[in-house]
């Protein structure tokens, strides 16, 4: 049967996550229900990449199978439907055993914080109202992608079949004098993952009387592989998925 990858944006703020679950509004469910209508057939959708209920998606994926042909005007009905907080970009026409999972080579996530509050970046971005030194987050931050084995920060219970994870890129950027992002591009990432890495970093950061101390702080997080030691409390708001990113010849056919 042809299968289709379907590309989404969303903002998370009123969603319960990516995954269905059972009587709560997400990002699969409105996405699946409106398929549903377009195509006038059950569809089942499977994701590239779930997000927790809050955070923020420039481009997720969903693949599906139908033995109809989805044409542009598909796209446009999806969009007519779907809530303001979700649109399709694209849909592909990929091969039968393409995978919106296990055929994704890396993802990039962003985080915003912000010191100074901030009406519109409420949903945005995390209102940390205390000095960022930039100088020592980046010096954590560039330690990352030096190890591979995270389980200091996945979150307990998991049920992670490894926590190894090879990190790409890992950098910390004033996008202005009150407000820093910090990027991250790996091959996979554990539950809780990146707001423990950012939670975990300013925490250091704060605590620490030197950029020396704070690299060696966070370093013996890393090797502890003890979640406990890990600040997994920074708020979904400031996370978004900014990228899914696949093999050349996947995305080949837009609809």
């Given amino acids: 049967m042809p299968r289709y990858f379907i590309e989404v944006g969303y903002e998370g703020t009123t969603f319960c996550g990516f995954q269905i679950q059972d009587g709560q509004e997400t990002v699969q469910s409105v996405v699946t229900s409106a398929l549903d209508m377009v195509l006038k057939e059950p569809c089942s959708l499977t994701g590239s990449s779930r997000t927790d209920s809050g955070v923020h998606a420039r481009q997720n994926f969903f693949h599906f199978d139908t033995e109809q042909t989805i044409t542009g005007k598909h796209i446009y009905s999806l969009n007519s ?5 979700v649109v399709v970009h694209a849909v592909y026409a990929v091969g039968a055993e393409s995978h919106a999972r296990f055929d994704a080579l890396a993802r990039t996530y962003t985080y915003t914080v912000t010191t100074k509050k901030d009406p519109f970046l409420i949903d945005k971005a995390w209102h940390f109202p205390f000095p960022v030194p930039l ?17 200091a920060f996945s979150k307990k219970n998991a049920g992670n079949k490894t926590n190894i994870c090879t990190i790409e890129l890992s950098s910390w950027q004033a996008v202005s004098p ?8 790996a091959n996979r990432f554990l539950r809780g993952m990146v707001r423990g890495l950012v939670g975990t970093m300013l925490k250091i950061a704060r605590q620490s009387a030197t950029t020396k101390e704070a690299v060696e702080a966070f370093k013996a997080v890393i090797v502890s592989k003890d979640p406990s030691l890990c600040d997994f409390s920074t708020p979904a708001k400031g996370l978004v998925l900014e ?10 056919q837009p609809i």
Avoid at 81 to 85: K, S, V, Y
Avoid at 178 to 185: A, D, I
Avoid at 243 to 252: D, H, M
């Fill in 135 to 151: 100088e020592t987050l980046q010096a954590m931050a560039l330690e990352l992608p030096k190890y591979q084995d995270f389980e």
């Fill in 243 to 252: 990228t899914v990113a696949y093999p050349a010849a996947t995305l080949q």
């Fill in 81 to 85: 439907i779907l809530p303001p907080t």
């Fill in 178 to 185: 009150s407000s820093f992002t910090y990027t991250v591009r």
